[in-house]
């Protein structure tokens, strides 16, 4: 038999609905407040009036409630990703191959809504063949050596060139896929989109500091699991996205030479956040990134001294992906694995192949080690810091092992120079024919993890709501993420806004 409700919960539940007319609860007692606070949200009656009725009461409870709620005097989260536009997007091809027809018309219902960077191999001496229909701009070899000089030590042969163009991109988001892969479908049989599948990657939180075993909990049907820190609930910037592939496995040559049939045929519906300290392989066949936060930190630095052009005949975006997760977790940011997929053709002979990747893979037993123990001073508080520091350690530690290391790291203090020069969102776009007239885009320097800077509260007290109010406190934050802001802003309060952000974004939090 159901138990009636008392008294005090219909009082409560009718006081709900009757806010508008209060005009002080600061006279209610302690837990009569809070239960009063949370069913205003779970209703959907908390508006910018009544959370200012209830931040006057002074309470000490009510205030930890909404500090750990995130609730702020704009209620829908002010986030500089909630209206990304077309024109925020650069999509970069490195081209390896002389007519991208085929490719390009298969990615017409995806890639023609956005600018395309597209980065001609330096050492193709065909014409490329671009369809119409696409708003692209093409880089070739003339355009690279006058933009970082025909010296350079940096190569950006084969599928290195897609780091020039993100070198040159003016876009916030970057997404990145290689000439040999097609879009895929899902176990639905659905196109897969994987730029909005990236942005939504780069535009929720990551979880690195705890694993959530229901792997990304800001995606739909999905929420923290029981025993997950609410201290840690509210995440950290995504910086990176790492896509995966069907057909062709993204296996090494000794793998693949000795399964030569085997494919990937298994789509698999997660997003997860890489834990932090954790390492991964990043491949750049088909992933995105925040610009700005983390694009100076991959760079085309360890080539092996046979290497080629194919899959398996590189590791340098094996090493950039390790400095970049490296730097990641220094600076407090997140990275993302899982969707979306691609669909890769069969290229190459891994026979032949391990020939020239046999050396990377010896010399990964070194640069495993290196990369999970190396730490970067307190003093490095920007990728660029970082990657020099880092530099700095791979000559000191790893110059001895093998030759290729003091070229990775002179390389990498090169590329710090080329992105403060070439690369940097500051300077003029379309100087000396580089680059392009897009609007620029600054996210600031990189801070200290937010977490360093959230106000002191009582612990004693933070506790004794959580294991009171834990549950509603998982439901409400998930459910208020989830609200759509209502009307339009003019152009001019908009613009202050973004202004603010750019200056706040690391802890867009009130102070009171």
């Not at 837990?31 to 009036?49: M, S, V």
């Not at 050596?145 to 970057?174: D, H, N």
């Not at 995105?288 to 991959?298: H, S, W």
């Amino acid at each position: 038999m159901r138990t009636p409700p008392s008294l005090l919960s219909l009082t409560i539940e009718k006081a709900v609905l009757n806010l508008s007319h209060f005009s002080d609860l600061s006279p209610l007692p302690d837990h009569i407040l809070l239960d009063l606070f949370l069913r205003t949200i779970k209703a959907g009656k908390l508006n910018e009036k009544v959370l200012k009725l209830f931040m006057a009461t002074g309470k000490d409870e009510v205030l930890i409630l909404i500090q750990t709620l995130n609730i702020k005097h704009i209620l829908t989260p002010v986030l500089p990703t909630k209206d990304i536009k077309d024109s925020d997007i650069d999509i970069v091809i490195g081209a390896l191959q002389p007519d991208l027809t085929s490719f390009l018309n298969e990615w017409r219902p995806v890639f023609s809504r956005f600018h395309l960077i597209i980065v001609k191999d330096p050492d193709l001496k065909e014409q490329l063949n671009i369809p119409e229909g696409f708003d692209h701009h093409v880089y070739t070899k003339p355009d690279i050596e006058k933009a970082v000089g025909a010296s350079s030590t940096i190569l950006f042969s084969g599928y290195s060139c897609r780091y020039f163009g993100y070198l040159v991109s003016k876009k916030k988001y970057i997404i990145s896929i290689d000439d040999d892969c097609l879009p895929a479908r899902d176990n639905e049989g659905n196109l897969v989109d994987p730029v909005a599948q990236h942005i939504t990657n780069l535009t929720t939180p990551a979880t690195p500091f705890f694993f959530n075993t229901l792997y990304d909990p800001f995606r739909d049907g999905a929420d923290f699991v029981r025993g997950y820190p609410f201290s840690l609930r509210s995440g950290v910037t995504c910086a990176l996205s790492c896509g995966l592939w069907l057909n062709l496995a993204d296996y090494d040559a000794p793998t693949q030479a000795l399964k030569p049939q085997q494919r990937n045929s298994q789509y698999v519906d997660l997003v997860m956040t890489v834990p932090a300290r954790a390492l991964l392989p990043v491949s750049g066949i088909n992933i995105a990134f925040e610009r700005e936060m983390v694009g100076p930190a991959l760079f085309p630095a360890l080539r092996l001294a046979r290497e080629g052009k194919l899959r398996w005949e590189t590791i340098e975006d094996i090493w950039s992906g390790m400095c970049a997760k490296v730097i990641c977790d220094h600076l407090g940011l997140g990275v993302k694995t899982g969707l979306p997929y691609v669909w890769r053709s069969d290229k190459g002979d891994p026979i032949e192949s391990l020939k020239k990747e046999w050396q990377g893979v010896k010399l990964m037993e070194e640069v495993v080690p290196f990369f999970q123990s190396v730490r970067l001073p307190r003093t490095a508080t920007t990728t660029e810091d970082c990657v020099a520091e880092m530099a700095k350690s791979v000559r000191e530690r790893l110059g001895s092992v093998d030759p290729v290391f003091n070229h990775a790291a002179d390389a990498m203090l090169q590329w710090v120079k080329l992105w403060k020069s070439v690369g940097s969102v500051s300077s003029t776009p379309g100087d000396e024919g580089v680059g392009s007239s897009d609007e620029d885009y600054s996210g600031g320097e990189s801070e200290a993890p937010e977490c360093s800077r959230t106000p002191p509260v009582d612990r004693e007290l933070k506790d004794k709501l959580f294991r009171k109010y834990g549950g509603y406190i998982s439901t409400l934050k998930h459910e208020f993420s989830k609200k759509k802001k209502k009307g339009t802003l003019p152009k001019e309060a908009r613009q202050i806004l973004f202004d603010w952000w750019s200056v706040h974004n690391k802890w867009p939090y009130p102070t009171v």
